[in-house]
């Protein structure tokens, strides 16, 4: 069984692969200074029976990156950490490429695979809307490059951000509102999170539309994912397709390539 672990600011999503089937996910809170024994505990007691054959990781935390190396390098199992120098399929078309964050690289492999590919084997641009700390609108290639994107502040990191600099306002649930009109302050702040956000994408995906079918000359299908998909998701025009866990999903692509290129050079030996 194939565990991925897809550690973020905010939320650790960790799922397991038979082969393409995922049999199951957890996401937990991310601890930023957690040790890697605290990680094992963690892992441990998710995963209690289950035998993992391997394991593939990303991370978005640079304070938690010696840990989860440490819980990584003591394992007995294929390890791939998606970072600069690990080839995953996806050619990074932008200025620095060790700037991209690895999960945008990774979701960017599995939405080219899983929606960049027609049904007559040709490709086609996918826009990518990761609904998570911060709100990435990506864009990838016919080809399955990733060209760059848009960065915004997400939902939730916004409306801790009013709840603790204006006095009278106050965190509210994340939920689709009735009407853009909001008669009290919670169904105003849900009208300004919710739909303000779903605005905020609707507009970036169509500049990044244009732009990518001005170069491809063909439109792109643009897919939400992300642990906060299901709340803005449904009110956003654009959005066509939707995948919650493009992000493990690519994690394991990109394990199976390197395992693949790994056997590939002991493959030829006589």
């Known amino acids: 069984m194939l565990l991925t672990v897809d550690v973020g600011n905010s939320q650790t999503v960790l799922a397991t692969f038979d082969g393409a089937r995922r049999v199951a996910s957890w996401r937990v809170t991310t601890a930023p200074r957690a040790t890697a024994d605290e990680l094992q505990f963690v892992w441990r007691g998710l995963l209690r029976d289950v035998a993992i054959t391997g394991v593939a990781a990303c991370s978005t935390v ?9 819980l990584l ?7 791939v950490l998606i970072g600069p ?6 050619p990074l078309h932008v200025d620095n490429p060790r700037e991209v964050g690895a999960d945008r690289v990774v ?7 899983l929606f960049g590919r027609r049904p007559d084997g040709r490709g086609r641009p996918v826009v990518v809307v990761d609904f ?15 060209l760059g994107g848009a960065l915004a502040p997400g939902v939730e990191v916004s409306l ?3 709840a603790s600099r204006a006095a009278q306002l106050r965190s509210v649930e994340l939920s689709c509102p009735p009407h853009a009109i909001g008669k009290n302050t919670v169904a ?3 009208s300004g999170l919710v739909l303000g956000f779903a605005g905020l994408v609707d507009g970036l995906v169509g500049r990044i539309a244009a732009e990518l079918v001005a170069q491809f000359d063909a439109a792109p299908v643009v897919v939400a994912t992300g642990g906060l998909s299901p709340v803005i998701a449904d009110s956003c025009r ?5 995948e919650p866990d493009l992000t493990v999903i690519g994690l394991r692509l990109a394990f199976e390539r390197q395992q693949a290129a790994e056997r590939g050079p002991a493959a030829r030996r006589p």
Do not use: K
């Open 62 to 70: 640079p304070a938690l990156l010696p840990s989860l190396r440490a």
């Open 73 to 79: 390098g003591s394992l007995e199992v294929p390890v």
């Open 132 to 146: 998570g700390t911060s709100t990435n609108v990506d864009a990838v290639g016919p080809d399955g490059q990733f």
């Open 188 to 190: 105003a702040l849900q």
């Open 107 to 113: 979701t960017a492999l599995a939405a080219h695979e």
């Open 85 to 90: 120098g690990v080839r995953t399929g996806a």
């Open 238 to 242: 654009s959005i066509a397709e939707r």
């Open 160 to 162: 801790d951000a009013l």
